[in-house]
């Protein structure tokens, strides 16, 4: 297991907070804040002043945090904060060496049900752009209690598919590459946890609601 803290609960100053929790035996730090302003809205000198105290210090960020998405469920309000502010903060992570980003989920009203919340973030990410066609071929969701969740839903008559169980760098038309089990770590362990939901032109709206209703039941049991 690995220690991390968020740095501005040490100091708004990133390389007084890095200072301190390296005195305290932590290596990681999740980058929220430098002086009041949040990521990834912080300058170019603040950006290379973090750059410069990681390399300095050999710390390392184990994320960063941009608040987005703390939103009610609004499509003008989520098209706002998946644009440009988005590729801002993914760009940012790349750079800085991190991949992970901390999203905040949806506030949802008190009086809306969570499957149709659920309902209206999948309408919502799932929208195709203007001139375009979506292919509905797969809706890939992933959990490290995958093999378990499709046991129950099994059990409910709902069955469901890995798309694809076994990375390709693993089967026997790549070999030739020269991958073999542990050459992606990450890959790897996604493969072990992806799993795929209903998703084709046939199924009714009764249907998906039907799998909502036994993933809530489900997921909140592992």
């Not at 609960?9 to 035996?25: K, P, Y």
């Not at 003008?76 to 750079?95: C, H, N, V, W, Y």
């Not at 839903?153 to 020269?178: C, F, V």
Request: glycine share 4%.
């Amino acid at each position: 297991m690995k220690l991390a803290i968020n740095s501005d609960a040490i100091s708004q100053d990133f390389e007084t907070a890095v200072l301190l929790g390296l005195e305290w035996g932590i290596e990681y730090f999740e980058l929220k804040r430098i002086h009041g302003r949040r990521v990834p809205d912080i300058t170019e000198e603040e950006i290379r002043g973090v750059e410069k105290v990681l390399q300095q210090n050999a710390a390392r960020l184990s994320s960063i945090a941009p608040g987005l998405f703390k939103i009610p469920l609004d499509p003008k309000l989520i098209a706002q904060e998946s644009g440009p502010r988005f590729d801002m903060t993914i760009a940012l992570a790349d750079r800085l060496n991190t991949r992970a980003v901390v999203i905040f989920a949806f506030v949802r009203d008190d009086d809306r049900p969570e499957s149709a919340a659920i309902r209206q973030i999948i309408d919502i990410l799932a929208e195709t752009r203007n001139g375009n066609t979506h292919s509905y071929y797969l809706y890939v969701a992933r959990h490290p209690a995958r093999d378990r969740i499709l046991e129950k839903l099994k059990e409910r008559d709902i069955h469901l598919n890995i798309s694809y169980p076994w990375p390709i760098h693993t089967m026997p038309a790549y070999q030739r590459l020269g991958y073999k089990d542990g050459s992606l770590p990450e890959t790897e362990a996604a493969a072990k946890e992806i799993f795929s939901l209903p998703m084709y032109p046939s199924l009714t709206d009764a249907e998906q609601d039907t799998v909502c209703a036994a993933l809530l039941e489900i997921l909140p049991k592992l």
